[in-house]
Structures are given as C-alpha cells and as structure tokens.
C-alpha cells in the first residue's frame, strides 16, 4: 500500500521552503501526499523554535498529530525543523509519540528518515545545521501559483544576544548565484511572477562565496529571468545595507520598492547589549537616504520590546523613534528570554507584562501611522496582484508591491473583470489603516 503523507509546517517562510522541498522529494518517492491530517499515515511536522511561544506551538502540534494514532490512519510521526535541531535528545526522551527526527540540515534525506520510522527504528538524523540548497532539488510550491519565496542563504553570522538562529540554523552559508537563478527561472517556467527572496541575513549575501556583498548583483540578474515581474527582499540588515543596494533599488522597476528591514531597537544602550551594528543616528540617516532615492518606497521594520534593561525612559524614547521615523509597516515582540543566548543571562529581566503592554502600546501607535501613511497612496496609479474574488462584495482582492504575502495590507478592487495572478492597474480612492480600496483603470 502506497503511504499517504501530510507535511505540517510550523513558523516563517523559511521553513516553507523546506517543507516544499521535502514535498517534493516525498512525491519523487512515490508516496501520496494528503491535506487532511485524518487520511494520513505518516506526518511531518517542520516546527519552529525561535521563541518560547513558537516552541508551545510546535510541542502542542506533535501532540495533537500523535492522537491521530489511536483515532485515524497513523502510522509514524516525524519531527523536523529548528527544534529538533536544538532539542533532539529532549525530545526524543521525553515524547515516545515521535518516530523519527531530521534536522535542518540534513531534511533532503527525509524518505530515509520515513523508511526508518515505518519499520519501528525511530531513526535520528541531526547532524550540522546549515543545508545546502541545490537548483535541482524537487519543490512542491505551496502558496499560489504566481509567487514563490526563494531562499538565497541558511544561518546566520551576526551573534545578536536574544537570538537562537545560529545555535539551530548554523553559520551564514550563501546558495551560488547561479543555484538561486537557475531556481527563479524553473519557478517562472511553472508561472510564477513574484519571487520574493529570503534569508537571515540578506544583505550579508555573497561574503562567504564571493568574497563581497553580492546582493545588487542577485538582484539584478533575478529581475533578468523571463516571466518575473515583481522581485521583493527580505530581512536585510541595516548594517549592510550599502548605497549600491539602495541603488539597484531605486532604478530596477522589477525590483518592488519595499523594504523589509528588522532595526529590533532605536536606543544606542539596548543595540549595544544586543550586540546589534551601528547606533540610532546611523538607522535615521539610512532611513533619509533610502527615502531620498526611492520616494515611494515602503519601509517595514520589526522590534522587540522589553529587552533586558529596558526602562520606562528607554520605552518612551522608543516610541518617539516609531513616531518620528513613520514606518509603513511595523512589527513588535514582546522579548523571548531563550535557553544558551547571552541575552538570558543579563540581569534587569523586564516583567512579562510590562513587555505585552509596551508591545500593545508600541502598535497602538503604528496604527495610527499606517493610517496616515496608505491615506498618502489615495489618488495613485498602482499595479496590483489579483489573489482572489469576493463574490458577495464583488471585489477581487490583491496586493500592490509595497505589500508582502500575508503579513501586510490588501487592495480591494472594484469595477473591473480581472483574472487571479494578473497585474492590473489600479487607482487608489480609499485607505483603511492596513488596506487600500481603488478602482480599475479601464
């Protein structure tokens, strides 16, 4: 009998990949893969481990799947992904629910790891972290036909104090340009038209490979590939980004003017204790100076609030900085204390709630901001990304390039006969704090 599979993935976008391409090697097996979990008869569940919230969900996740034993089709469960690389031992000690476990490096044997498991060996596969990615491997693309992440590194170098990243992902390792090109242009062969590239540390791009930042080099040769319209970026870190970058930016129309860039922090004493590059006057400088060559651009940035040390006037100045800098988009964690970070063992520990209220307030704010910021696109001419249709309201829905999937705002049009995964233009009349409302230009 053929197994069928369910792959549950857990976490960022990264983890996607992987699961997509754990997919698809399941699939060149032979074995069926199924969307109810009910039909199953092996799950893999790709968990992620960053924070304490993250990991909870992971562990609840493998417990509900291990019920499926008794009450479905159950026959092994397997556990992949950033926690079993960090708790391997713990896990398998202490949940005799799981059947097997493969880290994130070594996920491209995951039909070994099923083989193993289905004849009771409860095999353990966790060797160095760090994957390496190859064009050739087989991907089944899980979000919607026209867009596709793209991983252009694994790990990370930078050592920030709250972070656990390089103890479950490993050391910055690039792909070679030639990997990542050639897997934009298998996925644009299959109609993808947005790609939006991922990694740790994208700015870091090409230092390990090529001996200098290479990133406005990828840039430029992935908006070459026939059939991309829409090139996006992910998580570039603020100390890399150079004036080449911001460049390439600003005259690539393919490259989508938006820019994804976690600063975590505004005040000089908490960046230092987070071990994070450059001070406050160098984040506002390269803010004026993006803003200055790319006009219309979309900046998001993400923070984390109640680091240890953090107090009321450090909070108060935060806030200041949110207000003062007018991020598009904007993203606030509570901090995470987390097992073997130096961040964990600073004293001045800042009470949970206080952290939740301080992220509370922090958004509150943002709110507001963004309001402002969408009411500055009222009258535009846009392209936007038609991602589906609201037969009730007789609207499609999409998203414009300064709007990432899933994490930012939606355009909702009206007046027109478009097609999912078209580009179509739009004039913006309404903003609603996150989305914007036009109409077709005929």
Request: with cysteine; proline share 4%; aromatic share 8%.
């Amino acid at each position: 009998m053929t197994e069928k599979v369910k792959v549950v993935t857990l976490g960022c976008e990264k983890n996607m990949v992987d699961s997509e391409i754990m997919s698809g090697l399941i699939h060149g097996r032979g074995f069926q893969l199924v969307d109810n979990k009910e039909d199953a008869t092996v799950i893999i569940v790709n968990t992620c481990g960053f924070i304490d919230a993250a990991k909870e969900e992971s562990v609840n996740t493998i417990l509900d799947m291990a019920e499926l034993k008794q009450t479905a089709n159950l026959k092994a469960l397997i556990v992949s992904g950033c926690l079993t690389q960090r708790y391997k031992k713990q896990l398998m000690d202490e949940m005799p629910e799981i059947d097997g476990i493969v880290g994130t490096g070594d996920f491209d044997k995951i039909n070994h790891i099923v083989d193993e498991a289905l004849r009771g060996k409860r095999p353990v596969l966790v060797g160095n972290p760090v994957f390496n990615y190859d064009a050739d491997l087989p991907r089944l693309v899980t979000t919607p036909r026209y867009t596709a992440y793209v991983k252009i590194a694994e790990g990370c170098d930078n050592a920030c104090t709250f972070c656990s990243i390089p103890i479950m992902r490993g050391a910055f390792k690039s792909r070679s340009m030639e990997s990542v090109v050639a897997e934009v242009a298998n996925l644009a062969s299959q109609g993808v038209k947005e790609v939006s590239l991922i990694a740790q540390d994208s700015t870091n791009y090409g230092t390990d490979l090529y001996d200098s930042f290479m990133l406005p080099t990828l840039l430029n040769k992935v908006s070459e590939v026939e059939g991309i319209e829409w090139v996006r970026l992910h998580y570039a870190y603020p100390g890399f980004f150079s004036d080449e970058l911001i460049e390439v930016m600003a005259s690539n129309p393919k490259i989508c003017k938006y820019i994804d860039m976690p600063l975590q922090h505004s005040e000089d004493s908490i960046l230092k204790r987070m071990r994070r590059p450059g001070r406050q006057k160098d984040t506002r400088e390269l803010v004026r100076k993006i803003r200055e060559a790319i006009p219309d651009v979309a900046l998001r940035t993400s923070l984390i609030v109640g680091f240890p040390g953090e107090t009321e006037e450090d909070f108060e100045n935060l806030k200041q900085f949110v207000r003062d800098v007018q991020f598009d988009r904007l993203g606030v964690f509570a901090y995470s204390k987390e097992d073997d970070t130096p961040a964990a063992r600073l004293p001045d520990q800042v009470p949970d709630d206080v952290k939740e209220y301080r992220a509370n307030a922090i958004m509150e704010i943002q709110r507001e901001i963004s309001n402002i910021r969408g009411g500055r696109r009222i009258g535009q001419e846009i392209d936007v990304l038609i991602e589906r249709y609201d037969g009730r309201s007789d609207v499609y829905i999409g998203r414009s390039q300064f709007d990432a999937p899933e994490i930012d705002g939606e355009v909702f049009v009206s007046n027109g006969k478009l097609s999912i995964g078209e580009l179509a233009k739009v004039r913006i009349t309404h903003s609603y704090e996150f989305d914007l409302s036009g109409e077709v230009i005929a």
